[in-house]
C-alpha cells in the first residue's frame, strides 16, 4: 500500500527495542532502583521516500534467527 501510493506513511515500532528497554527496566525495579513509569521507545515514520533505508528496512523485515 505504501509503495502504491494507496497510504502516505505508516508509525512503525522497534520490538527489540522495546524488550530490551523492558529488561533493563524490570532488571532495575528488581534491584530496588527507582525507574519511570513509562518508557518511551520511539516511534518511526515509514515513508515511500525513506522505506529502503537500512534501519527502517531493518523494522519492517525483521531478521528471524
Not at 508509525?11 to 528488581?30: E, F, H
Not at 513509569?37 to 515514520?45: I, K, P, R
Not at 534501519?55 to 525483521?62: E, G, S
Amino acid at each position: 500500500f505504501l509503495n502504491d501510493g494507496v497510504i502516505s506513511g505508516l508509525v512503525v515500532q522497534d520490538p527489540y527495542r522495546m524488550g530490551y528497554d523492558g529488561i533493563k527496566t524490570a532488571l532495575a525495579a528488581s534491584k530496588g532502583e527507582k525507574v519511570e513509569a513509562n518508557v518511551d521507545t520511539g516511534a518511526n515514520l515509514v515513508t515511500k521516500d525513506n522505506m529502503k533505508d537500512p534501519k527502517i528496512d531493518a523494522l519492517l523485515n525483521p531478521k528471524l534467527n
